[in-house]
């Protein structure tokens, strides 16, 4: 079995990462010693290695030795550059390396504070200090290096603004009245890409024009040209994610459902038509340019991540010039070449390229390998693992995979889920359930669930109707009816285990996280039959007052996806399981953090108060000093080992 402890322990890094701008340096968040912080890598001793790779011509797969502290040699490859509390994330490298920009949540409350940190210096300064609003914690630079673009709800929600880097007042740029999300800031300075929430779960992306902006004309003297506008397919605006500039500012790259898949546009400014580069049944998502300023004869290249299910891998597509139209009048890119990269079966993160395009980094992360950092030769297609968050004794265990399985819903529907099958059978079994909802459980590195599986359990992970990664129409599947078939696709996968056998009929759990936290209260109230103990780490549970008590950004996507709670009042109160509370059989657990702006801890705190006055089993963690997601490994530690010990234990009783 695997040591629980050992594995929370183990540290990951984040997949929002940055290399300079002379190649010679990549800036990472990581939580190696219990804290996220901001370290550097010396990329020169990548480098090294992937010279010796090509002269010996064998794989080179075993990271780089690192150190956690102090100066590099030339035998050390990282660095830590920050230090205290709060979690630091998103480091962004200014455009002449000096300085290095990142987000710092100091209390988990997810009201991110702007710090750049000056390399000659060695002084961290906070742009946005005692500010009574949020930040967001995606910003970019302005190509002259003098100004960052950021998001803030200081006038309610998140609107895009700009901010000098001396500090000072942020001016607005672009208020939708919809909550923002990302900024990209053309290479040529001209145009800033803001990407903010629309309808229901739709997305837009807007372009800014930075010289208007700045000559602070009113918007009603603007021409047609000059104002903010959505990209968009002839008169209908795309729902588009993760836009990205050309090197030269005049097209922007993005992805886009508008075929039910995520499929990957090129907007051209001038024209304004959208050539569509890929067309597959699966998710082509996060495009970035490849810009080799020495082969200018050569077609241009997009690199992104492809998914299929529950894997995905990195492909380069070589763009050529001519173009052919689809049946639905599509203009689709006639590509010369595809090239694959896959590390494994698993997940890569952010793409990162090196400025001559030889390079490329990701995150990869598998359900037996941590988020670690990998660079990919381009040419060859070799990989080198630059960070190691494995610890050696947990390196020689060995990790159950899971296998991606279709099960029967309730209506007959196909569920997609991950299961790790025990080996005896019938077994003890958790059904965990993932957040968001617009999310799915992927071949990623999950402690709870290697865990549960090294245990002998069943674990089955649900890719309920409401997830994404299953197309447009499985996403929106549950819309308006949260905590209905999403709930049932939930339950019907308990029921699966029991008619395969694989699971003991009265020896099953549920328990998630954030929307799973909520789904879990919904199925004990819903099929309190199934169940024999249910954990929910920082769920809601009574959607009138949780949307009272959070923020604005948050009440909009409730909203476009619950309707407005006043005139749909009955559909919102049959959604909350606080008002059904009195169904449940099984004993509850409740973990909740102080600062959470999602689902607030009151939510907890109020249904443990009406279970203890019903009579029922139930136990509330509440930890004060921590938000949605925990920062404080003691409390990770805390939280997740009672957790395991809460769902055992009733799972293990006789």
Request: glycine share 8%.
């Amino acid at each position: 079995m695997l040591n629980l402890t050992d594995l929370l322990r183990v540290p990951q890094v984040d997949p929002l990462f940055d290399i300079s701008p002379d190649n010679s340096k990549l800036a990472f968040a990581w939580n190696k010693t219990g804290e996220w912080q901001i370290y550097e890598f010396d990329l020169s001793r990548a480098e090294r290695s992937v010279l010796r790779l090509h002269s010996s011509q064998k794989p080179l797969l075993t990271p780089l030795r690192t150190k956690t502290s102090g100066a590099t040699s030339a035998d050390e490859a990282e660095t830590i550059i920050t230090s205290g509390i709060g979690g630091k994330f998103n480091p962004r490298y200014s455009p002449n390396g000096n300085q290095l920009a990142y987000a710092l949540d100091i209390d988990g409350s997810e009201s991110y504070h702007l710090v750049v940190y000056d390399f000659e210096s060695q002084q961290h300064t906070d742009l946005t200090p005692n500010i009574p609003h949020a930040l967001q914690p995606n910003f970019c630079w302005s190509p002259n290096g003098q100004q960052l673009a950021v998001l803030s709800n200081e006038h309610g929600h998140f609107s895009a603004y700009v901010i000098s880097i001396n500090g000072g007042e942020a001016k607005l740029i672009l208020d939708t009245g919809h909550p923002a999300w990302q900024v990209e800031w053309s290479p040529d300075g001209k145009r800033i890409a803001v990407c903010c929430e629309m309808h229901g779960q739709d997305y837009g992306i807007y372009v800014v024009d930075v010289e208007s902006y700045h000559s602070e004309r009113s918007e009603e003297s603007l021409s047609h040209e000059e104002r903010p506008f959505a990209i968009a397919q002839g008169d209908m605006p795309l729902n588009a994610h993760a836009p990205k500039w050309s090197p030269d500012g005049k097209g922007l790259l993005f992805h886009s459902d508008s075929n039910d898949w995520f499929n990957i546009g090129l907007y051209d400014l001038n024209s304004k038509e959208i050539t569509w580069l890929t067309n597959s049944e699966g998710d082509s998502q996060f495009p970035i340019f490849l810009s080799d300023k020495s082969k200018t004869d050569s077609l241009p290249q997009v690199a992104y991540t492809q998914s299929k299910g529950a894997v995905n891998w990195i492909e380069i597509k070589s763009v050529g010039q001519a173009f052919s139209l689809t049946t639905n009048g599509r203009m689709l890119s006639r590509s010369t070449d595809t090239k694959k990269y896959q590390k494994g079966e698993g997940i890569h993160g952010g793409i990162r390229l090196t400025s001559d395009s030889k390079r490329m980094v990701t995150t990869f992360s598998s359900p037996s390998q941590p988020s670690d950092l990998w660079m990919i030769d381009i040419e060859s297609g070799e990989a080198i693992q630059l960070t190691n968050s494995m610890p050696e004794n947990l390196s020689r265990e060995e990790f159950i995979m899971p296998e991606e399985i279709f099960y029967d819903g309730m209506d007959g529907v196909q569920i997609p889920a991950l299961l790790f099958r025990p080996s005896k059978t019938p077994a003890p079994a958790v059904v965990m359930i993932h957040g968001g909802p617009n999310w799915h459980y992927s071949m990623e590195w999950n402690v709870a669930m290697a865990h549960f599986a090294s245990r002998g359990y069943a674990v089955l992970a649900p890719n309920y109707r409401g997830s994404t990664g299953y197309g447009r129409e499985w996403q929106y599947a549950a819309r308006f009816d949260m905590g209905g078939v999403d709930t049932r696709d939930v339950a019907a996968g308990a029921q699966y285990l029991i008619r395969e056998g694989l699971a003991l009929k009265n020896k099953i759990a549920v328990t998630g996280r954030s929307h799973g936290g909520y789904l879990t209260m919904t199925c004990l109230t819903q099929f309190p039959e199934l169940w024999c103990a249910g954990s929910a780490l920082v769920p809601f549970m009574n959607w009138l007052k949780s949307h009272d008590d959070s923020r604005e950004d948050l009440q909009h996507w409730n909203i476009e996806n619950m309707g407005d709670p006043k005139v749909n009042y009955e559909r919102w109160y049959n959604a909350s399981p606080y008002f059904f509370l009195d169904r449940i059989n099984a004993p509850v657990q409740l973990i909740c953090g102080g600062n959470d702006p999602r689902c607030p801890a009151s939510d907890s705190i109020d249904a443990r108060d009406k279970l203890v006055s019903l009579g029922k089993n139930v136990e509330l963690l509440l930890y004060e000093d921590e938000g949605h997601e925990f920062l404080k490994i003691e409390n990770v530690l805390d939280a997740e080992s009672k957790r395991v010990e809460f769902l055992v234990r009733n799972l293990e009783s006789k």
